[in-house]
């Protein structure tokens, strides 16, 4: 336990948590007018902020790598070899970064031939032995041997920089199973990829922990190599150069000669008039605000003063415990008072609820929640009542626990996640605490996370948070033009309802198929392996980019691919171009090795999805993409491909539950060229889907000057790779790659698809200019995406908005026409008081379990429904097919 007497030393990686900031925060969404990208600086010195606030040090340094090369480098040439090129738009945020440390007179540290990570050893270590408390901030996991009863880790989360895990000495051991001091020698035996730093092969965490409490350290493991047996004894004994090589490797330097000591890092003012300079350059209002607030300025250690502006954040109401009448009299004196909404948090344990706050904008409510208690009929009649609004953030989440502890929940009028989502389709504002955090300008009052009993300043933090949710939706409510307050009531609001039942209802699946279609792919993934050790003579690791690159370009002599920074490339694109210039038995054998293994992981991902009732229950995600499509994670449903023989077993392993004897599957039928007809009115498309011809047969025959009959089935191929990867901006280069044709025949085919339909040309052309006009694309539901890029001085920045920029009011359109499809489907379903379900939604398909006796009604009405779901200038073909499983059920 840190002594609270002692001054606090804070010392941060720079680089290593302004990359993760980077790659946190969307790269369009933080640029300036001049095409600045600033989200690494935005998420670095927010985080540091919330630091700042959190722990109040008394003394302060950020440490930054000179260049990726250091003393391990001359060591071994390839440390660090794998990772790719700096990203173009991080370029140039790093000094930006360092400008404004300066400008908050925090001291930034470097060292020629070091790395960061050797600094934060040294000045961690310095400050232990000159008394003082420290906490290093890094996203590198080698930090962990600096942890000891003085010093604490704080590591970024997956969530991003501004959620930080301490790693105290308990917690390393309760993660780890060892010492802090002894994290290095896991790392060295099990390997560190992100260092390219390969270690002992088939050891993992779990052996070399086991290894580590047997033997005591690196070192006498490695003198007891002979007693392990095994395939991992072996290995151990015949790579023990790469642990011990590891370990020297990671081993942190504590006495690095740096220009500063512990002492000299005390907390200064800042300098107001550069921060302002500084900040006002990067457009950081928000941001600026909140350091000029901070601490008077950011004095050390004194405690911040009370804020007598008119703009400092009001207190939040003391919360009121209310029953019965009172509670009554409570809800209708505030709906009368404000017809708008309440705001309404729902707190949870294990999914179930515990407790409910209420807000008004001048009261709240909390209310502990029990089953069966009278008291709170009240409430329960409010949350029942469609006629009293409710503003929530993440409604369906809450949505869902009510459900499951017996309440209804009616009159859902507001979601900040989804209203912060259109706002800013690439933003990250997620948690609710980030949605006060930008629209607020405010820091949520939540609970330490270290407490065992949550507390937030004694007051309750479902009430509490209900009245922020409530306050950031009023401002967000005004950021929204009419049409997304149009999107987002008629199209996002339902949908969050439906999803919600989906995820309860989840889907029946056959665990004894998924069992044995994982042991023949293991079985094959063997068989693969061998067959590919034979061609070559020799066994190798194929998962491998160093070993494949040594076999296939040395070995085996092949033509080089596509280089990076470690040699020729072997990701799937690359070997596949390279299997089709120069085919060799092994390159077919690797392609199908590495098919086989993503299936077995797809397959291995769903076993553990399903629940005790045999359900998989995903989670379907609102938020999830920029375009509004629906995605799906725990697990993801979306990525079992539906062309490979395995992958139909595995939807094959999908079946109708108890009680339901089929299923029935509704998919939309091209409806993104049918959108494409609609938005660019071309008489051509338009006749196609109007006549019922097969589209690209009808394209081909345009495009090639032959009658439909005469299109062979290479020409239709060439057409329909053209007609959907015009609308993603494929250009003709890619064209030719795909279809492996010169880039003179693409250019040629594009040039007659455009000049037989040259609305689509048209259209193509002017959806990015008014984009670039508009700041923005928009559906035919007026759902917006902002596209900053399109105006960028950086070409590779605005090509890639433009392709995008292409393709959103067509895939957004999709969403939206698929969402709307949804909404009608269950409404009816409700209505008509069927027993079928909705189950599944994939892409552009449905998934539904169908009752005894319904199934005739049930695709009546989901033809209905989904073709209705639009007006568009074309008809919207949906196709039904029924069977037991998924992949019979398929049309």
């Known amino acids: 336990m840190p002594d609270a007497s002692k001054p606090t030393l804070l010392v941060v990686d720079g680089h290593s948590l302004a990359f993760r900031a980077f790659y946190a925060l969307p790269v369009d969404s933080f640029t300036t007018s001049e095409g600045q990208h600033t989200n690494a600086i935005h998420g670095f010195l927010s985080m540091l902020l919330l630091l700042l606030q959190k722990e109040r040090p008394t003394h302060l340094a950020v440490a930054f790598d000179i260049s990726r090369f250091s003393f391990r480098n001359r060591e071994y040439p390839e440390y660090k070899g794998t990772r790719n090129e700096t990203p173009p738009e991080f370029r140039g945020q790093v000094p930006l970064l360092q400008e404004a440390l300066a400008a908050m007179n925090i001291p930034t540290v470097t060292k020629e031939d070091f790395e960061a990570d050797d600094i934060l050893a040294t000045l961690a270590t310095q400050g232990r032995e000159q008394g003082y408390n420290v906490l290093v901030v890094s996203g590198d996991r080698d930090s962990i041997q600096l942890v000891n009863d003085d010093v604490t880790l704080l590591y970024p989360s997956v969530r991003g920089v501004s959620e930080l895990t301490r790693y105290d000495s308990d917690k390393v051991r309760e993660r780890y199973g060892i010492e802090p001091y002894q994290y290095p020698e896991i790392a060295a035996l099990v390997g560190e990829t992100s260092d390219n730093l390969p270690g002992i092969d088939k050891v993992g965490e779990k052996t070399a922990v086991k290894w580590l409490k047997q033997y005591g350290s690196l070192e006498a493991i490695l003198e007891h190599a002979d007693e392990i047996k095994g395939v991992v004894g072996t290995n151990l004994r015949e790579q023990r150069g790469n642990a011990e090589r590891n370990r020297r490797l990671n081993r942190l330097h504590t006495d690095v000669e740096l220009p500063v000591a512990p002492g ?108 069966g208690r009278d008291d709170y009929a009240p409430l329960e009649a409010w949350l029942a009542d469609p006629a009293a609004p409710k503003l929530l953030h993440d409604a369906k989440t809450q949505l869902k626990a009510l459900t499951g502890s017996g309440l209804r929940l009616e009159g859902i009028a507001f979601d900040t996640l989804l209203a912060a989502w259109l706002l800013r389709p690439s933003g990250q504002e997620k948690t609710l605490a980030d949605v006060v955090d930008r629209y607020l300008q405010e820091r949520l009052p939540e609970a330490d996370p270290n407490q065992l009993v949550q507390d937030i300043g004694g007051a309750a933090p479902a009430a509490v948070h209900a009245w922020y949710v409530l306050r950031s939706a009023h401002v967000l409510r005004e950021g929204l033009d009419e049409k997304t307050v149009k999107v987002l009531t008629d199209i996002e609001l339902p949908t969050l309802r439906v999803l919600a039942g989906m995820e309860t209802a989840g889907v029946a699946v056959d665990a004894l198929a998924l069992d044995a279609l994982n042991t023949e792919l293991s079985t094959r993934i063997h068989d ?140 939309y039928s091209q409806i993104e060229m049918r959108i494409m007809a609609h938005l660019s009115e071309d008489d051509g498309l338009i006749e196609a889907f109007v006549s019922g011809e097969d589209l690209h047969r009808f394209v081909g025959s345009r495009v090639f000057g032959v009658t439909p009959g005469e299109v062979t089935p290479f020409m239709r191929t060439k057409v329909k790779a053209m007609s959907y990867g015009l609308a993603y901006g494929l250009s003709a280069f890619g064209l030719s790659k795909q279809l492996r044709i010169d880039t003179a025949e693409a250019r040629e085919l594009m040039a007659g698809y455009f000049e037989r339909f040259g609305g689509v040309r048209d259209y193509l052309r002017d959806v990015v200019e008014q984009a670039r006009v508009d700041g923005y694309t928009e559906t035919i539901f007026g759902r917006r995406r902002p596209f900053p890029d399109l105006n960028s001085p950086n070409r590779v920045l605005r090509d890639n908005a433009e392709r995008a920029a292409l393709n959103a009011p067509i895939q957004g359109s999709a969403a939206d026409i698929m969402k709307l499809a949804m909404i009608g489907v269950a409404r009816d379903i409700q209505q008509q008081d069927l027993r079928s379900r909705m ?38 073909d949906v196709q039904v097919g029924v069977g037991h499983d998924w992949d019979a059920a398929a049309h």
Request: net charge negative.
């Open 264 to 371: 000299d890092l005390l907390r200064r003012p800042i300098d107001e008039a550069a921060v302002r300079d500084v900040f006002g350059k990067l457009e950081f209002r928000t941001l600026l605000d909140r350091v000029l607030k901070l601490e008077g300025g950011g004095v050390s250690g004194s405690a911040p003063e009370a804020d007598a502006d008119a703009d400092a954040a009001p207190p939040a109401p003391a919360p009121q415990q209310l029953l019965d009448e009172e509670l009554a009299a409570w809800f209708e004196r505030n709906r009368a008072a404000h017809p708008e909404g309440l705001g309404l948090v729902v707190e949870t344990q294990g999914g179930r609820v515990v407790g409910v706050g209420v807000a008004s904008p001048t009261e709240t409510v909390d209310l502990p929640w029990q089953p």
């Open 839 to 876: 189950l599944l939604q994939v892409h552009d398909e449905l998934v539904f379990e169908v009752a005894d006796g319904e199934q005739d009604a049930l695709a009546d009405l989901v033809r209905a429904r989904m073709g209705g779901a639009a007006e568009l200038r074309v008809p919207l």
């Open 528 to 667: 693969l392996a061998d067959e590919a050790y034979a061609i070559v003579g020799h066994e190798l690791n194929l998962g491998s980019p160093k070993q494949l690159q040594e076999v296939l370009f040395v070995e085996l002599g092949m033509p080089g691919t596509r280089k990076n920074k470690t040699g020729y490339s072997t990701d799937a694109d690359s070997l596949a171009d390279l299997q089709a210039k120069a085919p060799h038995p092994f390159l077919d054998v690797l392609l199908q090795h590495r098919d086989a293994s993503k299936l077995r992981q797809i397959i291995e991902t769903l076993q553990r999805g399903i629940g005790s009732d045999g359900r998989i229950h995903t989670t379907y995600v609102q938020t999830g993409t920029t375009t509004g499509r629906i995605s799906s994670n725990d697990p993801n449903l979306q990525n079992i491909p539906i062309r490979a023989e395995e992958g139909r077993r595995i939807r094959g392993a999908f079946i109708a539950g108890e009680h339901h004897p089929v299923l029935l599957t509704a998919d």
